[in-house]
């Protein structure tokens, strides 16, 4: 059960989009739409940010998206804001001999210049 | 309001024993997984295990597999993650989180810091 592959940083200008990516396999990414990603800010705990590949919850801007193709995921961040400054995270449900699982990806540092 | 809140931090030496607890509110507890997530210093998140308290199924990381103890007692809506044996390694912050079908995680617990020393 390795983690998911995720850039270990991005940057952006406020006002840009930037995309994150998080890659698997078939018996992760590739096979389930329960793709979620989390933001982390410094010494907080992880917020959910997107769920099943692109729905957002209730009180998350719509300049968060997310999408899916093959066994790659993205979250795209449109309008950079400082404060979306943080650690972003994708995880997705894995399927092992040890039974469906979760796994996160390693974590991607996001910079606002 | 959903809340997780979660025991405080721990300061152990290795061998010892201990046990964190994340006691839910606000919701239907036996409805819901919860979920133990560490993050290691400096490090990125790992799912640990989880537990749905309304039959106690439990299921385990690979990695997490006969290292820890996940728990639940439903009379008093509360999930316990614990240790027979401390290791130095063990030292990380400990995150609770709540679960529909067992993911995503859609509220989480503030963290406990387990500080293992050698």
């Known amino acids: 059960q390795s983690a998911l592959t995720q850039p270990a940083s991005v940057s952006g200008s406020p006002g840009q989009s930037i995309t994150i990516s998080c890659t698997g396999t078939?018996?992760?990414?590739?096979?389930?739409?329960?793709v979620s990603w989390y933001q982390q800010h410094p010494d907080k705990a992880p917020k959910l940010m997107i769920y099943?590949?692109?729905n957002r919850p209730s009180g998350v801007p719509d300049r968060f998206s997310g999408s899916k193709s093959g066994n790659t995921a993205s979250l795209t961040i449109s309008g950079l804001q400082a404060e979306d400054e943080a650690d972003y995270y994708c995880s997705s449900y894995s399927y092992t001999t040890s039974g469906t699982l979760v796994v996160f990806g390693g974590g991607t540092k996001l910079t606002v210049l | 309001e959903v809340q997780l809140v979660q025991s405080g931090a721990e300061v152990k030496k290795a061998g010892e024993s201990l046990k964190i607890s994340c006691k839910g509110s606000g919701y239907s507890f036996t409805t819901y997984w919860i979920g133990w997530v560490r993050q290691m210093p400096g490090k990125g998140l790992e799912w640990m295990g989880i537990?749905?308290?309304?039959?106690?199924?439990?299921r385990y990381s690979p990695s997490f597999q006969g290292q820890v103890t996940i728990s639940a007692d439903k009379s008093i809506s509360t999930a316990y993650l614990q240790w027979s044996s401390l290791k130095a390694s063990d030292t990380a912050m400990y995150y609770c989180?709540?679960?529909?079908?067992?993911?995503?995680?859609?509220?989480w617990g503030q963290g406990t810091l387990v500080t293992v020393s050698s």
């Open positions: 078939s018996s992760d990414v590739g096979g389930y739409n329960y």
């Open positions: 099943e590949v692109s």
């Open positions: 989180a709540r679960s529909y079908g067992g993911n995503p995680f859609d509220y």
């Open positions: 537990i749905y308290p309304g039959d106690s199924d439990t």
